[in-house]
């Protein structure tokens, strides 16, 4: 059981860091306005914080489950 669950967490951090590469990403040139108040990069803003609170959670996540099935791996 410790090696499936080890394997899964390898498959569920990829997948974090797929939301923390989208979590990083930088405001387009397209969108910016002067003083950075329009709806767009509002909405951007807040799906880049989303992204982030994902993958740095579901990085937590896995990092337990990785020791959980390290643990348990006798």
């Known amino acids: 059981m410790g090696k499936s669950l ?3 967490v390898l498959n569920l951090t ?3 860091t797929i939301f923390l ?6 405001l387009p ?3 910016q306005t002067w003083k950075g108040k329009s709806d767009k990069e509002a909405t951007f803003f807040k ?5 982030t ?15 959980i099935g390290v643990i348990t791996q006798n």
């Open 6 to 8: 080890v394997i899964a």
């Open 14 to 16: 990829l997948v974090a």
């Open 21 to 26: 590469y989208l979590g990083s990403k930088h």
């Open 29 to 31: 040139w397209n969108i």
């Open 47 to 51: 799906a880049r914080h989303r992204d």
């Open 53 to 67: 609170t994902i993958g740095l959670s579901l990085l937590f996540f896995g990092f337990l489950l990785q020791l």
